[in-house]
């Protein structure tokens, strides 16, 4: 039954997605309307298919940047929510601290940290971190917090020690919130690394579209722009995927009983 549906659903996704390109397609073509301002999605396909080995490079840098980023950014929200789980008094003023660090402007942090770490890959890590640690620090802390308090009463009736509490109650209790930061932080990475690669960097995806930005040349810029796209959806799709696999009681309902 869920087969079924996901299959459906990938259907229309997939048909909505090729009517907006064949309207894209259409309005360039009708209107006349040059490259330089908005290329089709068929030049921009013949520009990516011409350049194999430049967006490949880049496509590999950019996401070897938010992989790393979005690591570090799942594990610190992880390990921080679970410390403020175990210890509630901490939670006001470390999610004070965590709401400043998220309404400070990446973009403005990103120069600083080029200037003072250089152009390397180090500061483009921490950038795409510090966007992803937010909504995994929010998720799994609401999570861990929706753990079901009689079954947390008849645990202590057992006299199970905290972390066993943790380990077999509260941390699947949390991992379907876990999943949903995971979703939202996913494409996040991607951003974060595009934004910290505008500041100056060697290589990456956000390197070739500014560069593509600074000379007017468009096919190339969206040529990037399909390919951030394209990862997005697949590491969304791919975490819906482990999710399902995870989290397999999630969606039991009782007509499938």
Same mark, same amino acid.
């Given at each position: &039954? ?8 990938? &259907? %229309? ?8 390109? %064949? ?11 040059? /490259? ?34 979005? =690591? ?22 470390? &999610? ?14 990103? /120069?600083?940290? =080029? ?9 483009? %890590? ?5 966007? =992803? ?6 998720? &799994? ?66 390197? =070739? ?15 990037? %722009? ?32």
């Amino acid at each position: &039954m869920n087969g079924e549906r996901q299959t459906s659903s990938t &259907m %229309i996704a997939a048909a909505i997605l090729l009517f907006f390109f %064949i309207v894209w397609e259409l309005a360039v073509f009708s209107s006349g309307i040059q /490259p330089y301002l908005l290329p089709s999605p068929s030049h921009i396909l013949k520009t990516l298919f011409a350049n194999p080995e430049l967006y490949v490079r880049a496509t590999w840098f950019t996401l070897g940047e938010a992989l790393a980023g979005l =690591t570090l950014g799942v594990l610190a929200g992880v390990l921080l929510a679970s410390l403020l789980s175990l210890a509630p008094r901490l939670e006001g003023g470390v &999610m004070t601290l965590a709401i400043l660090i998220k309404s400070t402007p990446m973009v403005a942090v990103a /120069p600083l940290l =080029t200037l003072w770490l250089g152009f390397g890959v180090l500061p483009k %890590i921490i950038i795409t971190a510090l966007l =992803t640690f937010f909504p995994v620090l929010v998720n &799994m802390l609401s999570g861990l917090h929706s753990t079901d308090a009689a079954l947390v009463d008849l645990f202590r009736s057992w006299h199970t020690g905290r972390w066993e509490t943790y380990f077999h109650l509260r941390l699947p209790y949390a991992l379907p919130y876990l999943f949903a930061a995971l979703k939202i932080s996913a494409p996040l990475a991607l951003i974060g690394a595009v934004v910290a690669e505008w500041t100056g960097a060697s290589g990456g995806l956000g390197r =070739t579209m500014w560069l593509a930005y600074t000379n007017l040349n468009l096919p190339y810029l969206f040529a990037a %722009i399909f390919i951030l796209a394209a990862a997005g959806m697949l590491a969304y799709w791919g975490l819906a995927g482990l999710e399902q696999r995870c989290v397999f009681w999630k969606g039991t309902s009782q007509d499938e009983f």
